[in-house]
């Protein structure tokens, strides 16, 4: 057991840039700093599933402008072919959705 420890935890902790959560007075509930790799690789995961529903809002953008003109020219394999897709993109945006919703992001 060590008894010699009067000073504060900051002063004796060694380097403290890179463990901004030892400073005194930091706010437990700040997000200065993370405290175990769970919380960072649910941030991180969801960061990903956000930017992939946002790539596939976007190509879903540019399949319903293709749909459009494959209906005003009576191309029926277009047609069928485009809202296959969007189907398929509209069911993948629903699952990373209720995934996102799950783990919490």
């Given at each position: 057991?060590?008894?010699?420890r009067?000073?504060?935890?900051?002063?004796?902790?060694?380097?403290?840039?890179?463990k901004?959560?030892?400073?005194?007075?930091?706010?437990?509930?700040?997000?200065?700093?993370?405290s175990?790799f769970?919380?960072?690789?649910?941030?991180s995961?969801?960061k990903?599933?956000?930017?992939?529903?946002?790539?596939?809002?976007a190509?879903?953008?540019g399949?319903?402008?293709?749909l459009?003109?494959?209906?005003r020219?009576?191309?029926?394999?277009?047609?069928?072919?485009?809202?296959?897709?969007l189907?398929?993109?509209?069911?993948?945006?629903?699952?990373l959705?209720?995934?996102?919703e799950?783990?919490g992001?």
């Amino acid at each position: 057991m060590h008894h010699k420890r009067h000073r504060p935890k900051s002063t004796r902790a060694g380097c403290l840039l890179c463990k901004p959560q030892k400073r005194q007075g930091v706010n437990d509930e700040s997000k200065v700093y993370h405290s175990g790799f769970g919380k960072i690789r649910r941030l991180s995961q969801a960061k990903a599933h956000e930017n992939e529903i946002n790539f596939l809002k976007a190509e879903a953008a540019g399949l319903k402008v293709l749909l459009t003109e494959a209906e005003r020219y009576g191309d029926i394999v277009g047609k069928l072919q485009y809202r296959e897709r969007l189907e398929a993109i509209a069911d993948e945006i629903k699952r990373l959705s209720a995934h996102k919703e799950i783990s919490g992001g």
